[in-house]
């Protein structure tokens, strides 16, 4: 197992896709933080000035705002290490070069396992990638106002982390299920910039009561992952500094959790464990299906 995973790098290492997609998606990550962040200072003084805060005594300058931000642009970013791991077994089957891999390796099961392996671990690069990327363009684009603290980062750089490493799985099985890497970055496409957007706006739209249809999709489950991250801190530090009110009301505190995840790109998503949980569901039922087809393909 050990030699084919020294393999999958050398295959990776030799192409220019790697460091293409990475690129991109740093770019991604940085200016979306960097925007949203920058246009928030407007909307801070319009909140600090109502009512609620006023009486609440919240003083936004101890609340990290720039959470959302940092949550919402690892979510965009996402969808990169989701194409790279979607052409990881498209691309040689295209190009046919994965017939030599099948008659080399002792069977199919452990070259998909090692393929499995070593995109697990491109995943938690594009991560960690996108994660420091996203958090540059918050310190820039907002000068050092609303800044996420230590904590806070870790958690939420954890669950962006968890949620690259699942979308590269998951596009990898969608990859080996499809066969075509023209098909794969097409659907994958289709799905992550429309799809799974407009589904999760539908379903909360028309669910009534029960909006989180919408997390039990893999969507809007992998948004949860940092959505609900940063929703629950912004809640805690939100009742932590509402010196004014004892007790914000449970259904205002639920109002600005929901209005959080919105914010973050998990709308309609359930808790982090439970979207985690939902997620990786999700990403094993596509591996698992691609590796039954790729291990009954012909490769002649």
Excluded at 273 to 300: C, E, N, P
């Amino acid at each position: 197992m050990g030699k084919l995973i020294k393999a999958e790098f050398r295959k990776i290492l030799t192409t220019k896709l790697w460091w293409g997609l990475l690129i991109v998606a740093l770019l991604v990550a940085g200016g979306w933080a960097g925007l949203l962040s920058s246009a928030f200072d407007g909307i801070a003084e319009e909140i600090q000035r109502s009512d609620l805060t006023q009486r609440a005594g919240i003083d936004l300058a101890d609340i990290s705002f720039s959470v959302v931000f940092l949550a919402r642009a690892i979510n965009i970013a996402t969808i990169f290490p989701m194409l790279f791991g979607g052409l990881a077994i498209a691309s040689e089957l295209g190009r046919k070069t994965i017939t030599t891999s099948f008659l080399t390796a002792p069977n199919r099961t452990m070259l998909l396992g090692a393929k499995a392996i070593t995109y697990v671990i491109w995943g938690a690069i594009y991560g960690v990638a996108i994660t420091l990327a996203a958090t540059l363009g918050i310190v820039i684009g907002t000068g050092g106002d609303h800044l996420v603290g230590v904590t806070t980062w870790l958690s939420t750089a954890a669950a962006g982390l968890l949620s690259c490493v699942l979308w590269t799985l998951l596009g990898l099985g969608v990859g080996a299920l499809i066969g075509s890497p023209v098909g794969t970055v097409i659907v994958l496409l289709v799905y992550g910039l429309a799809i799974g957007p407009l589904s999760d706006l539908v379903l909360t739209g028309f669910a009534g009561g029960n909006a989180n249809l919408a997390g039990a999709l893999p969507n809007g489950a992998a948004n949860g992952l940092t959505g609900s991250t940063a929703a629950d801190t912004l809640a805690a530090e939100i009742e932590a500094n509402a010196g004014g009110l004892s007790v914000l009301p449970g259904d205002l505190v639920e109002r600005f959790q929901d209005t959080a995840r919105l914010a973050a790109g998990g709308l309609g998503s359930y808790g982090l464990l439970a979207s985690a949980a939902i997620f990786f569901g999700w990403a094993m039922l596509f591996f698992a299906l691609g590796v039954v087809r790729t291990r009954a393909r012909d490769i002649t």
